[in-house]
């Protein structure tokens, strides 16, 4: 559709616009070394791209600003691999030569690294739920009157509960109880757990204890699901260093819009491998029109379990931001999965 001419002119305009946050005009990059055309010709060319509305041009100004659809033309057609920087790789191979044992703080971890490295919003999304799975339960007595409940995932994930233990129910009768939970819901993804239990788990443990109503309430209390999955964020102060966030009240309504973790579910979850980006208006929401995200997948022993991504102004580093997310994604893939390996 382009000729060699205007995808390299397209392209410098980009890569100088991303590095000015300034419209670029033709006598710039008639300056350019590698470029041998003339600044007339240039003009003529910057023209025939704002027609075909790969350019933009601001008001009161002679240069021109890539547009929407000059970004997903430049991503999809134009971008060159990055390659990271010893220091970058140097501040991912410190995160993650660190003994973290826990899935959440590796995450959160995750998050920290990836804001600083690209200068960015970074949100982690945690394991989703209709993919985490119960791998054991515990139930450990304090009292006669109150227990621990203790309920590890195939994730790595472990949450404890102190919950109080029905009347009339012997410390047998609870061995028996987490027994047979363990026997019917192990690998069974969270979401379901309520479910089977008041199904087939119900009829069994109505068989073999008494008092069974009282029990399955503590239990439906106890395996009821968090509300939604976690979200884990980095430098959200970061889009005030940005040129285009110099109005308070963007500002505002971007971080209004990143308090409602179902909302950033929607914009971040990604079901697809690879790396993904969606730029200014294809996000569906008016606040951040001016934006982009940019996700990749990480997988726990072959299974996707959530997202890492960076949202930042539509003149964000694309082919930096892409290498650093691209790493970072299969690091966590690796060490997520031998931690889940080694549970």
Sequence with gaps: MLTERQLFILQAIVDDYIRSAEPVGSRSISKR??????????????????????????????????????????VDHLLMPHYLSDTELVDIKKLFAEKIDEVEQLIQQSAKVLSSLTSYISIVLGP?????????????????????????????????????????????????????????????????????????????????????????????????????????????????????????????????????????????????????????QENNLEAIDNCSIITASYSIAGKHMGTVGILGPTRMEYPRVIGILDHISKDLTKVLTELYQKG
């Excluded at 410390?171 to 379901?192: C, F, Q, S, T, Y």
């Design 128 to 280: 989703e739920m209709f993919e985490t799975r119960l791998k054991h339960l515990q139930i450990i007595p304090l009292t006669h009157e109150t227990a621990v409940a203790i309920i590890v995932t195939d994730t790595g994930h472990v949450e404890n509960q102190t919950i109080t233990i029905p009347g009339g129910i012997e410390l047998a009768d609870l061995e028996m109880v987490v027994n047979i939970l363990n026997d019917h819901l192990k690998g069974v993804p969270l979401n379901d757990l309520n479910k089977r239990l008041n199904t087939e788990v119900a009829a069994v443990l109505r068989s073999h204890i008494g008092n069974v109503n009282h029990v399955m309430s503590m239990l439906n209390r106890t395996l009821k699901p968090e509300k939604s999955e976690k979200v884990f964020y980095g430098g959200k102060t970061n889009l005030l260093m940005q040129p285009e966030f110099r109005d308070i009240e963007k500002v505002r309504l971007l971080l209004n819009i990143l308090e409602e973790d179902d909302l950033v579910h929607q914009l971040f979850r990604s079901n697809s491998a690879g790396i993904n980006v969606k730029i200014g």
């Design 33 to 74: 070394e590698d470029i041998s055309y003339s600044p007339a010709t240039i003009r003529n060319e910057m023209a025939d791209l704002e027609e075909l509305g790969f350019l933009d041009k601001p008001h009161s100004s002679a240069g021109r600003i890539p547009s929407q659809r000059g970004y997903r033309y430049y």
